[in-house]
């Protein structure tokens, strides 16, 4: 409850900053203002209860995704240090949207009534949308931000829909309060179960939903796609576990198979497209399609272990995707072509004689999104495979094994171009704090690869 | 007697004005469908929003009536118009904004689909279900519960608002 009533409050503080003359302020500030709301997100710990009505729910599981949204964030925001770009023109704008859309995340994984989870999705939808096209000069990033916001007004007039529906057959917005299963209203109850889950699939860009991601990824600017990549799809999947546990789990006969569906298509669409990209943006984003389908594979186990199953596998995705957007932000800004930065996966050439400090911290977050053990990412597939084994689908599990193995494939072309001898590139420039930011992100990668129960313990 | 012919007087006068709404709301929408010009279109639009919200005060939802005017006639269908004058800026007639039915067979048959479940599951429930007792203080009571027990969801559509108006004055800035 409380980093919501501070990230409000510090957005709009956020905007006065902006009338300021020296903008620098701005950046420690926004820094300083999520920490402030990491804080006050620990003002609840043990202390659960309900706020407003029985509008928001909070015990020490939402407090501790609360951490892990802010705490991404801020890793994500560091990236803006010093650079002088385009994308920054207004950072007091650019710094107040990701504060609200924080808000929205925030409610994403706490709320307890219907209405709560809409207008969470839509704050963090629309400052997606607007951060998407905050490089207005790239028509590139015009065309994702059009795109995107398109299908996404699309995306939330389903969810709507469902939720009216789901209002009709129940009579109440609250999840959780014993829904009446079977009957008249039954029908009308598959019709809201089926349309929020497109609604809220379309968010974590799971198969067939995804087809807006490759474009939106390419054409954002990298660190708003690292922002989209890991803060969107940590809320949307605590919001669909959190429906599909509470709401839902009495339809779950009707709801698993089109889960199950959609895991596949997800991991088959997600890996084999990633194979012919050569863009690294584009083969990051058909790897997010990919990773959205491993955690679809926990909502098929038993609910007990789903949450820290999707906990865990989101902060090594978050961790290993921000290393590698980060090692992309820090390389790409030394090649420009044609006016704009360059982002094809040869840009890596040669990294490891060039910079090895870089070249570590891309080579450990590809080997942790392949599932590579030593690293987090292992440990995370393994309790999604172990949760959708407790249900007994090994055939969803083969095939979720068999694409591992294609996605070592294609996590294994940056790396493998970043051991050529030959190299593009000249000297890159590291500022400090980026370095303490790979070095928090790799050392996260590792120390949850070996000691996994630090994280996984905590449920 | 003189109460009962009142009555009669009253329930006649509503069939009536539900037919009228009825009929425009229809009425306009096929217009829309039917006609070439999207001004006309546009006008067949407004015909039929302003008759869905004349059904809705029909049948005493009179909060959901005011909201259906304000935001669709208001303000959606202003927006389409704006949309067209500001597109439509050829010197000759030809180069005015050409309108085209696509797909009109799928969206007609959609339309019969949707059509025929409302009117299924609406004649299923309707001896189950009872229109509310309009009371007069309905919207009093939705605006008590909106300030009251409703509060955070009011704040935080304020966030939702704020982003927007800040996104747009971002992206439309130089």
């Given at each position: 409850m409380y980093p919501i009533i501070s990230l409000s409050v510090t957005g709009?503080?956020?905007?006065f900053l902006g009338f300021s003359e020296n903008k620098k302020i701005v950046f420690p500030a926004s820094i300083a203002f999520l920490l402030i709301a990491l804080a006050t997100a620990f003002i609840d710990w043990n202390a659960p209860g309900f706020y407003f009505n029985d509008m928001l729910q909070v015990n020490n599981t939402s407090i501790v995704f609360w951490a892990i949204l802010i705490i991404s964030a801020i890793l994500i925001m560091g990236f803006s240090e010093g650079f002088e770009r385009f994308e920054f023109a207004q950072p007091a704008e650019y710094f107040a949207i990701v504060q609200f859309s924080l808000v929205g995340a925030i409610m994403m994984v706490s709320f307890k009534n219907l209405i709560m989870l809409f207008l969470g999705i839509e704050i963090l939808s629309v400052a997606m949308y607007v951060l998407t096209g905050a490089d207005k000069r790239n028509i590139r990033g015009n065309e994702a931000a059009l795109k995107y916001?398109?299908?996404?007004?699309?995306a939330t007039g389903i969810l709507l829909f469902g939720m009216a529906m789901f209002y009709g057959a129940t009579g109440t917005f609250n999840i959780g309060s014993g829904v009446f299963i079977g009957g008249d209203n039954s029908f009308f109850l598959w019709i809201g179960c089926t349309f929020m889950l497109i609604g809220m699939l379309f968010k974590v860009a799971a198969a067939p939903f995804h087809l807006w991601t490759p474009d939106v990824y390419e054409g954002a600017p990298t660190i708003f796609?690292?922002?989209?990549?890991?803060?969107?799809?940590?809320?949307?999947?605590?919001?669909?576990?959190?429906?599909?546990?509470?709401?839902?789990?009495?339809?779950?006969?009707?709801?698993?198979?089109?889960?199950?569906?959609?895991?596949?298509?997800?991991?088959?669409?997600?890996?084999?497209?990633a194979v012919s990209q050569n863009s690294f943006k584009r083969l990051m984003a058909y790897s997010s399609i990919s990773h959205a389908g491993f955690m679809l594979l926990a909502l098929l186990g038993d609910h007990e272990n789903a949450l820290g199953s999707i906990m865990f596998y989101s902060v090594v995705y978050t961790l290993a995707t921000i290393s590698a957007f980060g090692v992309l932000m820090v390389v790409s800004k030394e090649r420009i072509e044609k006016g704009r930065v360059y982002e094809q996966n040869d840009l890596f050439k040669g990294l490891a004689q060039n910079n090895g400090f870089?070249?570590?911290?891309?080579?450990?977050?590809?080997?942790?999104?392949?599932?590579?053990?030593?690293?987090?990412?292992?440990?995370?597939?393994?309790?999604?495979?172990?949760?959708?084994?407790?249900?007994?689908?090994f055939w969803v599990i083969i095939m979720a094994v068999l694409m591992s193995a294609i996605a070592i494939y294609y996590y294994f072309k940056p790396v493998l171009l970043s051991m050529s001898k030959k190299t593009s590139l000249e000297s890159i420039t590291i500022n400090p704090l980026a370095k303490f930011i790979f070095a928090i992100t790799t050392f996260g990668t590792i120390v949850l690869g070996i000691f996994p129960w630090i994280l996984r313990s905590l449920f | 007697?003189?109460?009962w012919m009142n009555q009669l007087d009253w329930a006649w006068l509503q069939w009536l004005a539900l037919g009228i709404f009825g009929f425009g709301a229809v009425g306009g929408a096929l217009y829309l469908f039917f006609t070439k010009n999207i001004l006309y279109g546009a006008y067949g639009l407004l015909t039929s929003l302003i008759s869905v919200g004349g059904l809705f005060l029909m049948n005493g939802a009179e909060f959901l009536a005011v909201s259906q005017i304000m935001v669709y006639v208001g303000g959606i269908l202003i927006l389409i118009m704006f949309g067209i004058m500001l597109s439509a800026k050829g010197e000759k007639k030809e180069d005015a904004l050409k309108v085209v039915n696509v797909n009109s067979l799928v969206s007609l048959l959609f339309a019969a689909v949707m059509a025929g479940g409302l009117i299924f599951y609406s004649v299923k429930m309707g001896g189950s279900r009872s229109l509310a007792e309009p009371s007069a203080e309905q919207v009093q009571d939705l605006g008590m519960s909106l300030m009251t027990t409703q509060v955070l969801v009011l704040e935080l559509v304020g966030v939702l608002l704020l982003i927007v108006l800040i996104g747009a004055s971002y992206i439309a800035k130089k």
């Open positions: 709009l503080l956020t905007l916001f398109l299908m996404g007004a699309f796609t690292a922002y989209m990549s890991t803060i969107v799809k940590t809320a949307g999947f605590v919001a669909l576990f959190k429906v599909l546990s509470t709401t839902f789990s009495g339809l779950q006969d009707f709801w698993w198979i089109m889960i199950a569906v959609l895991v596949t298509l997800s991991l088959m669409i997600g890996n084999i497209g870089l070249a570590t911290v891309l080579i450990i977050a590809m080997l942790s999104l392949a599932g590579i053990p030593l690293t987090g990412g292992f440990w995370g597939k393994f309790f999604v495979f172990r949760d959708a084994a407790s249900s007994g689908l | 007697m003189e109460d």
